[in-house]
C-alpha cells in the first residue's frame, strides 16, 4: 500500500474523532444554542458501552438537516431578523429591533449581510457576509457525520444494539468453554488457539 491508501485507512479508523473536530469547529466558529448541542450529542455517546445505538446517529443526521432547512428559510423575506414572520417584507430595523435579534443570534439563525438593509447590524456580528460564510460548518458536520455513519454501517456497527454487543461479549467466551468441555467428555483433543510466533 502506498502512502495515500495508508492515510485513507487511518482516516477511516479515526470518524468519531474527525466528527467531533468538525463538531467543535462549527461551535468555535459560530457558539449558539444549535451548535451546542451537536457537541453535547457527541459527548454523551462517549459513555455509551461499546459504541452508541443506531437511533443517536439517525436522530442526529434528522437533527442537522432540520437545521440546515430551518437556516435556508430564514433567509427568505418573509422572515425578518429579529423574528417577526411578516409576508409583505420586512422594513427597515431599528436599534429597539435590533436587540431584540439577540434571541435569534443566541439560537444560530442569522441573516446573510446582502439580505439586509442595515449594516450596522453586520459589525455586531448579527449578520454573515456570505452564504458560504452562513454554511460552511453546517456542511463540514454534515460530511462528517455522514462518513461516520458509513463506516459504522460498514463495521455492522449499525446493525446490533449496545445490549446485544455486551450480551456477545459476556456470552460468547461461555459458550467456547464449554464446546470445548463437550469435545473433551467425547474424547476429541482441544483446539489450541493460533500462536503468533511461527518460529
Known sequence: DGVPMLLAKAL???????LLMAALVQFVYYPCV????????????LMVFPHAPRILWQRLQLYNL?????????????????????????????SA???????TAWLGLLKVRGYLPNKMLAVRGLAFEGMLEAFWT??????ALLL??????????????PEELRHLLQVEPDERHRSQLHRCR???PLQRAPSLDRR
Request: with cysteine; proline share 1%.
Open 97 to 103: 429591533q435590533a436587540q431584540d435579534a439577540l434571541w
Open 12 to 18: 477511516w479508523s479515526q470518524t468519531f474523532a474527525i
Open 66 to 94: 432540520v437545521v440546515v432547512t430551518a437556516k435556508l428559510l430564514y433567509q427568505t423575506p418573509v422572515f425578518c431578523q429579529y423574528g417577526s414572520l411578516f409576508f409583505t417584507g420586512c422594513d427597515q430595523i431599528s
Open 34 to 45: 444549535l451548535s451546542f448541542f451537536n457537541v453535547s450529542a457527541l459527548v454523551c455517546s
Open 186 to 188: 467425547e474424547g476429541e
Open 148 to 161: 461516520h455513519c458509513r463506516v459504522l454501517v460498514h463495521g455492522g456497527r449499525m446493525q446490533h444494539t
Open 138 to 143: 453546517d456542511f463540514l458536520l454534515c460530511a
